[in-house]
């Protein structure tokens, strides 16, 4: 029994998961996405779509790591736009093929 569960667990999750997402986030994310440059990195700025969604950037940034580990967003990159962050700049996420990395940019 406890092996039919874990070969359960994944499908379950993987189901669910898209399910729980919040489609406001997704839906003006996914808007940006086609609006920004189609370079090698399309950028989504967190701020923006935080005012569309009527979300925090917080909720915005993990709703779209998650949709990037499902294969949506696919080599993307999100940027803060908060001059709190930085003084002359902000922070950007590079989405690339479902790893995070975090790096300043000016």
Not at 49 to 57: I, K, P, V
Not at 65 to 77: D, H, Q, R, S
Not at 86 to 94: A, C, D, M, T
């Amino acid at each position: 029994m406890l092996d039919l569960m874990q070969m359960v667990q994944p499908l379950v999750e993987s189901t669910v998961k898209p399910l729980t997402l919040n489609w406001r986030i997704l839906e003006a994310g996914y808007e940006l996405y086609l609006k920004a440059a189609q370079n090698d990195y399309p950028l989504i700025n967190l701020r923006e779509l935080s005012q569309r969604s009527g979300s925090s950037m917080l909720e915005c940034r993990n709703t779209i790591v998650e949709a990037n580990k499902l294969g949506k967003f696919p080599n993307c990159l999100l940027e803060s736009g908060a001059s709190r962050w930085g003084k002359n700049g902000s922070f950007l996420i590079n989405l690339d093929a479902g790893r995070s990395k975090l790096g300043r940019h000016n």
